[in-house]
């Protein structure tokens, strides 16, 4: 009996945002593809991620960071329509945390100097508040709130919309269970249902890996050569209680002090993300330690807060780029090499970008049976759970920085 084989023009590897968004791109230009999730969607970076459509500003204030705010300015219109449901692919459906950000300075001569620089060459620049308008979290005198057009969505739900849309070619696998040959110019995948062990071949004109940090490895699979992935390890806080609902930025001379944005659990409890410098500080830090820098810095960005009952947890992620050398990446990264393209969106909001861009790569020739694709058995991955629903202990300032 001859191995169940099916027929693709595109294999991708990785099912978090970058490898959703290529997939459904593909489909809709009449590539027929397929994607591969070793874990649940989403795990790692993307489930990690803030949610923030970002529009440039925070690349802006930072040293160095013109050239990406560029790149990455009309990303926030482009959103937009998608999230109203204008534009393709029609993400309406897609939960948003908020439909903007605020941005905040504190008292510094050198905060005050960022903030001005970081309003020049955006398309979404901040809107300066009045005290009036302002909200009530951010009432402190002599701070400066500016508000701006950049919607935060749930990436959880953002993955679950894609899961639903695209179920049909969404193949979980095997850890380590993938063998990957070259045949007659196409590439063929091997595969073994982890559930039940029955091999499956796919056969592919292009492949393209996602994967994020995963990406090294699977180059090694295909034979490729060179170091194509650099990390930037984080170690981001979580603040869970009777909080106000709060999504921006704060503003410190060249930095991003704080970044903050808010979900709410399985309880109803609002949870805060933060991260921003602090996360990027906090690498080198016991979790306890940074509860307490977090603590303080908290209080420093919003003085009229009151989080003594508030608890805390921390979480290590990593990102996954474009190997530059320790530099930080400006734009998408797609190295095409032999049939198989190593990708990097760099920022979340970069998805759309490079999934158009990475199907202007693909070739034309199609071999595909799509009947055999759609009616396929097989065992589909989970979206990934966000940290703050894990059973991980939470403790407050009050105990562990007495």
Known sequence: MSQPTIHVDCLIFGGGVAGLFTLNQCLEQGVEAVLLESNA??????????????????????????????????????????????????????????????????????????????????RVKPEVLDADERPEWLTSDGITVARLAEQVIEPRNLLEVFSKKLEDRLLLTASGGVEVNKVDGQWRISLLNPQTGEPLDIIANDVVLTAGSGNESLREQFGLQGKSTQTRPLHMVLVRGDLPVVNGHCI???????????????????????????????????????????????????????????????????????????????????????????????????????????????????????????GLSWPKPMVALPVWESDAIWNTPEVLCS
């Not at 993307?46 to 925070?58: F, P």
């Not at 990406?68 to 459906?93: C, K, N, Q, T, Y």
């Not at 941005?103 to 050198?110: D, E, G, H, P, Y």
């Open 41 to 122: 969607l989403g795990h790692g970076q993307t489930i990690d991620s803030q949610g923030i459509i970002h529009g440039g500003l925070k690349y802006e204030i930072t040293h160095g960071g013109h050239d990406s705010a560029v790149a990455i300015r009309e990303m926030p219109h482009l959103w937009r329509r998608a999230l109203a449901g204008e534009s393709s692919p029609d993400l309406s459906h897609v939960q948003l945390r908020s439909d903007n950000c605020y941005v905040w300075k504190t008292k510094s001569l050198a905060s005050r100097l960022g903030f001005i620089g970081a309003k020049m060459a955006l």
């Open 252 to 374: 410190d001379g060249a930095k991003t002090r704080v970044t903050i944005t808010t979900t709410t659990d399985y309880a109803g409890r609002k949870v805060w993300q933060v991260g921003g410098q602090l996360a990027e500080d906090g690498v080198n830090m016991e979790p306890s330690q940074l509860i307490c820098h977090a603590s303080k810095e908290l209080h420093a960005v919003i003085p009229n807060l009151d989080l003594s009952q508030a608890e805390f947890l921390t979480y290590r992620s990593t990102r996954a780029e474009q190997f530059a050398k320790g530099k930080r990446p400006q734009d998408i990264s797609i190295e095409s090499e032999d049939g198989v393209h190593t990708c990097f969106p760099t920022k979340l909001a970069f998805a759309p970008r490079l999934a158009e861009a990475v199907v202007h790569r693909l070739s034309t020739t199609s071999t595909s049976q799509p009947s055999t694709i759609t």
